[in-house]
């Protein structure tokens, strides 16, 4: 059998490993990782092997030749362009014959590559899928199988929600020719994303099989280290050069290692490598050939690669040291530091925790590097949580890495975008923005200025604009000493998992572009944005009747950005307005002073009654989410005011569409069904939802924190619109709030946090999914489990080691009871899992 190698890879969340080398060539414990793959296949009696080659590919060509030192037969099918992973196989079609076994050339694996083999001719497979169980399964292709191995579903980079298992795609295949023809010829084509699903579509014989031994992906500096580590602890079975001291050191011939030197733990010392007097390894660290540790140099948990100089005192915590470097006396290179090929570091310096610097820097004496060179540097290991980006103002969003931020998300469109940015009153909003401006000016975007508006404002201006996205910060409401920073793309709407992912890719990579001075443009500053929202607004709404009926309107503006533009909207709309916290917050510009939110919408509430208001309200600072209050003063929580608002806008719209999160409340179906519409549920996330109603068209899209979509007005979160739609509804209803809340169905929902750590949670969402295999579930996002009046739903939190449970129903006892259930399953599944 013949095996096709995948060595196209580029590795750009590995740079500056990979700066000037092909990723399959990074070296794991001295030798490349494509040798630990080929020699691996070679273990397995395939010796035949054609290599894929696109970024770098002559390297590989020349370090491995035809293979004869190896004892194979290697042949090259090169890309001259990126074809994705099936394509590159499609492009090698010319050598293959028969069964083939496909293999990634950048993961380190001991894989047992017969018995994949052997399960793909037991089961007559077309195709076979090698996967792996992983703690974290999030940066990789889900797979769920049946018990029998047969595949039912694929999920590429899930979130968390949609983690059904923690079985996980190793890239590893056994193919039959016949695949080749899903393939075609000459056009980028990936296996998970492309034929596997076509294969799944057509009912085409697909399996899985768990693979036997270990598998590690090499893509990140972390899973990097622990690649070597697990070599050098026997966790892989990997050929490692020299002789073996003990459990598990290993010296090559021609090393020399002073009599005072002390190497304590795992250790692999390369050929004719030096360790001087008085060091001291503590292990597990690799120092690769020709490179030399002078005397009284201290390294633990580091990689070091060929011919590097370590000079008298250094001392290296879990740093990585590529080819050439040299490292001066008295050194410090931090946790999670990464030195590139050939770069001097000066005698003296400290190269703090997460700094990387890019192939042939300098650094001079005595330097504190605590940012990367080339824009380097670290804050987290994704942008994007489930409440969006958000962070300290000024200890996580820095001004440096504001303007990084900035320069990113410029680097994500083309040179001379048209970009547009807005943001708050608050004074850090002021600091964010600037930094980000600095940053998008650098990368070549044109940028427009909208100053202090609402969020909604900022989206219709980004749609109607032609602008090809923009950003809005605000003061986090829920935390003075944080702020948000919501990204548009140009339609206006928060941007997807995708989108999210290139940006976050374009930071991590820290290579962004930059002008030269002539290419940097003026910063705009447009006219009559605030009017031509207003005018929006105006037009998709009927408010003859509520000109006529002259409501009385309380409105709490929350001294939020709202108090801009909603005033003026209620004036049109001939709308008796009671305000509260209208205009900004005098102490916006001095310290932040601590406000009871809670007790100002009861005051709210209360003022609402007392005036005899028939709508009340409470807006958000950023004007896009609000708390609905009726007549009696009810303050109504965001589950009821779902229901509320998908009750009157059915009746106004009939048949029509409502989307809301998976955690919707049980009641909600009951209102849309006997209303006649159609409800389709979505993933909770901000994007999810606003998406979903726009691709539905829907009469209403609706979170659970306050938020409403309205797409025929605008793919985004607008209480601006909200509240005048709600009165407009209520008055075209001849009825008061109240007796619209009467009307809804009886119904309980409740929910409780089961801690769970984050290396077993894919594990507990397979364990619970097969659990519940025979039952109705629903898997938009996380596990729901459908009964007749109600529903259970099991939901892994993005940013918390821990998992969400929420019953809903018709029945309090029926709902407290299945909650209780639930999450005391959840608790032995986590417990079975942490023991397993």
């Known amino acids: 059998m013949k ?497 999210e992912r290139k940006l976050e890719n374009t930071f991590f990579r820290e290579d962004f572009r930059r002008v030269v001075p002539r290419e940097i443009r003026e910063i705009g500053y447009p006219e009559g944005v605030l009017g031509a929202y207003v005018r929006q607004v105006l037009s998709k709404l009927d408010l003859d009747k509520v000109r006529a009926a002259h409501p009385r309107v309380l409105v709490d503006f929350g001294f939020g950005s709202s108090s801009v533009a909603l005033p003026q909207l209620l004036h049109e709309a001939q709308v008796q307005t009671v305000s509260l916290r209208s205009g900004f917050d005098e102490e916006s510009f001095g310290p932040p002073v601590p406000r009871d939110t809670d007790e100002e919408l009861r005051q709210a509430a209360s003022i609402t009654k007392t005036v005899g208001a028939a709508v009340g309200a409470r807006l958000d600072p950023p004007g896009q989410r609000l708390y609905l209050i009726d007549d009696e003063g009810e303050v109504f929580d965001h589950q009821a005011a779902i229901c509320i608002m998908a009750l009157m806008a059915l009746s106004a719209h009939p048949q029509g569409t409502v989307v809301a999160p998976v955690s919707a409340c049980w009641q909600l179906d009951q209102v849309v069904s006997d209303l006649g519409g159609k409800l389709v549920q979505s993933r909770a996330d901000i994007a999810s939802v606003v998406r979903a109603a726009a691709r539905h068209r829907a009469v209403l899209g609706a979170d659970a924190t306050g938020g409403f979509v309205w797409p025929d007005h605008l793919a985004a979160y607008d209480a601006m619109f909200t509240l005048l739609a709600a009165v407009q509804l209520v008055v075209e209803m001849g009825t008061s709030l109240s007796q619209i809340r009467r009307r809804l169905p009886v119904g309980f929902h409740e929910g409780r946090a089961v801690p769970c750590p984050w290396d077993v949670k894919g594990e507990v969402m397979r364990r619970l999914v097969e659990a519940h295999r025979a039952d109705r579930v629903d898997l938009t996002d996380g596990l729901k489990v459908l009964f007749d009046r109600g529903y259970a739903l099991v939901l892994p939190d993005a940013d918390t080691p821990s998992y969400r449970i929420i019953a809903s129903g018709a029945d309090h006892t029926s709902v407290v009871g299945t909650l209780q259930r639930f999450e005391d399953e959840v608790k032995a599944t986590v417990q079975l899992a942490a023991t397993a």
């Open 3 to 499: 095996a096709v190698v995948m060595a196209g890879g580029e590795g750009s969340r590995l740079r500056p490993l990979t700066s000037r080398r092909p990723k399959p060539l990074v070296p794991v414990v001295g030798r490349p990782c494509l040798e630990h793959v080929l020699r691996l296949l070679r273990r397995h009696g395939i010796t035949d092997v054609v290599i894929t080659l696109q970024y770098l590919g002559a390297s590989i060509r020349n370090y491995f030749g035809d293979g004869q030192e190896l004892g194979m037969h290697l042949e090259y099918a090169v890309e001259d362009r990126p074809l994705g992973t099936a394509g590159s196989v499609k492009n090698a079609a010319g050598l293959l014959d028969g069964t083939f076994l496909v293999i990634s050339g950048d993961a380190l694996t001991d894989i047992d590559l017969s018995q994949a083999i052997a399960f793909h001719q037991e089961r007559r497979s077309h195709a076979t899928i090698i996967l792996s169980r992983v703690a974290n399964p999030l940066e990789y292709g889900v797979v769920v199988t049946a018990s029998d191995g047969r595949i039912e579903r694929f999920l590429e980079k899930p979130s968390w929600g949609e983690v059904f298992s923690d079985q996980v795609n190793t890239g590893i295949y056994v193919i039959d020719p016949g695949v080749l023809e899903y393939i075609p010829a000459d056009q980028p084509c990936d296996w998970s994303q492309d034929v596997f699903p076509e294969m799944l579509r057509r009912r085409d014989s697909l399996w899985a099989a768990v693979g036997r031994g270990y598998w590690c992906d090499i893509g990140s500096i972390q899973s990097y280290l622990q690649a070597n580590w697990d070599a050098l602890e026997g966790r892989v079975h990997c050929e490692i050069a020299g002789r073996r001291v003990g459990d598990s050191q290993w010296i090559s011939e021609g090393a020399e290692i002073a009599g005072s030197a002390q190497i304590v733990g795992p250790a692999f010392i390369g050929r004719d490598a030096v360790v001087g007097e008085d060091v001291f390894i503590n292990g597990p660290v690799v120092l690769d050939r020709f490179s030399v540790i002078d005397q009284g140099a201290k390294l633990s948990n580091s990689v070091v690669w060929p011919q590097v100089y370590l000079g008298e005192r250094s001392r290296l915590r879990q740093t990585v040291v590529c080819g050439g470097a040299t490292i001066k006396p008295e050194v410090l290179l931090d946790d999670g530091s990464v030195i590139g090929d050939d770069c001097t570091i000066g005698a003296g310096s400290v190269v703090e925790q997460g700094v990387r610097i890019w192939p042939g820097k300098e650094i001079e004496p005595g330097s504190l590097v605590h940012e990367s060179v080339i824009w380097a540097g670290t804050w987290r290991s994704a942008l994007f949580g489930s409440a969006g980006l958000t962070g300290l103002i000024n200890v996580q969003l820095t001004p440096e890495w504001c303007a990084r931020l900035g320069a990113a998300w410029a680097a994500t469109h083309p040179r001379g975008a048209e970009l547009a940015i807005c943001r708050d009153r608050s004074p850090g909003s002021r600091m964010i923005k600037r930094a980000m401006i600095s940053g998008m000016l650098s990368a070549g975007a044109r940028v427009m200025d909208l100053s202090e508006l609402p969020v909604p404002v900022t989206s219709h201006f980004t749609r109607e604009s032609g602008a090809a996205g923009s950003v809005h910060i605000v003061a986090s409401p829920l935390d003075s000493r944080s702020a948000d920073i919501e990204v548009l793309d140009e339609q206006g709407m928060a941007l997807d998992r995708r989108q």
